[in-house]
């Protein structure tokens, strides 16, 4: 299974990116996906999780800003960043929990990033 993430950039405070997120190979299922991010010198953290049926979780900085969506039949998951600041600049990771067969269980399965930058 791969995750191939794209569509960062850089972009000015305020302004807005989306990212996108596909996951291809060997599928059964796709449970959670979700954005990670790691700006320079911090740890990972989530950014936003969608489960399957569509229910939504944020941190706490990104909420009325941002806005994680999916598409079950072409297993992606998007990631729409509005009103941008500085404090966003990070690489951002798609994450998607996922069973290959249907008799095998949940495996963690991650992109290869994709940087955004906030400045002027």
């Known amino acids: 299974v791969q995750l191939q993430a794209s569509g960062g950039g850089l972009v000015q405070p305020g302004g807005s990116l989306r990212l996108s997120c596909a996951a291809s190979?060997?599928?059964?299922?796709?449970?959670?996906m979700a954005w990670y991010r790691q700006a320079p010198g911090k740890q990972r953290g989530l950014v936003a999780a969608i489960a399957y049926g569509g229910s939504t979780n944020y941190a706490d900085s990104v909420k009325g800003r941002f806005t994680i969506s999916r598409d079950n039949a072409k297993n992606t998951v998007s990631l729409q960043m509005n009103s941008l600041k500085a404090e966003d600049t990070a690489v951002y990771y798609c994450?998607?929990?996922?069973?290959?067969?249907?008799?095998?269980?949940?495996?963690?399965?991650w992109g290869q990033g994709t940087l955004v930058t906030v400045s002027s």
């Open positions: 190979g060997t599928i059964f299922s796709i449970g959670s």
């Open positions: 994450y998607a929990r996922v069973r290959r067969t249907s008799s095998s269980g949940w495996e963690d399965y």
